[in-house]
């Protein structure tokens, strides 16, 4: 068995979901309003065990799902086009993809704007100057707006590293030393 398998099915499930929302949203205006929305849900999936359990569980059925989803959705007042979709899944038993419909939805949209997502790891927190200063050097690099995800992991001791779509600069001290033993066994 592939085990990338499941992971493809999910994201291909929640492609479809995603492109038919986000289509809906365009058509209506509704861009700003999706973005928001998604940004509610995705903030209320990270917070909550009981809503993640709710969607993944095979326990719960379809109607109580889509019973739940349709109260959180009216509760959060998630746009029209979004709480439609995750009804639709309910119903189908597709709610396990929720997460991979918030990433669809999230690069759906900042494609729309413009805009692509890094993935920053520093040792530091960095500051608003740096941060800008990044995007800024990144922007002119690959050609949109670059909207920037950072995280600290002080094992990197000093540097950076940064994921742009499939591309990756590690810059990062912890990679030099790594690099500099490997050289060192190699000569001796």
């Known amino acids: 068995m592939d085990v990338s398998e499941p992971a493809s099915i999910s994201s291909g499930i929640a492609e479809r979901y995603a492109t038919a929302i986000f289509e809906l949203s365009l058509e209506n205006k509704k861009l700003t309003d999706l973005e928001a929305g998604v940004d509610d849900?995705?903030?209320?999936?990270?917070?909550?065990?009981?809503?993640?359990?709710?969607?993944?569980?095979?326990?719960?059925?379809?109607?109580?799902?889509?019973?739940?989803?349709?109260?959180?959705?009216n509760?959060?007042?998630l746009p029209a086009a979004l709480a439609q979709g995750m009804g639709v899944m309910a119903a189908k038993r597709r709610l396990f993809v929720l997460p991979q419909l918030i990433a669809q939805l999230r690069g759906l949209i900042a494609n729309e704007k413009g805009e692509?997502?890094?993935?920053?790891?520093?040792?530091?927190?960095?500051?608003?100057?740096?941060?800008?200063?990044?995007?800024?050097?990144?922007?002119?690099?690959?050609?949109?707006?670059?909207?920037?995800?950072?995280?600290?992991?002080?094992?990197?001791i000093g540097g950076l590293i940064v994921k742009v779509g499939s591309k990756m600069i590690d810059t990062s001290i912890r990679s030099r030393l790594s690099s500099l033993q490997n050289s060192m066994k190699e000569v001796g």
Request: hydrophobic share 50%; glycine share 2%; net charge positive.
């Open 116 to 156: 692509v997502s890094a993935e920053v790891t520093s040792a530091k927190a960095l500051t608003k100057a740096q941060s800008d200063k990044l995007a800024k050097t990144l922007k002119a690099r690959v050609g949109k707006i670059v909207k920037i995800n950072a995280t600290v992991d002080e094992s990197l």
């Open 75 to 77: 509760k959060m007042n």
């Open 41 to 73: 849900l995705a903030a209320a999936l990270d917070a909550s065990a009981d809503l993640r359990e709710a969607i993944s569980s095979p326990v719960i059925s379809r109607d109580d799902q889509g019973k739940a989803i349709a109260a959180i959705a």
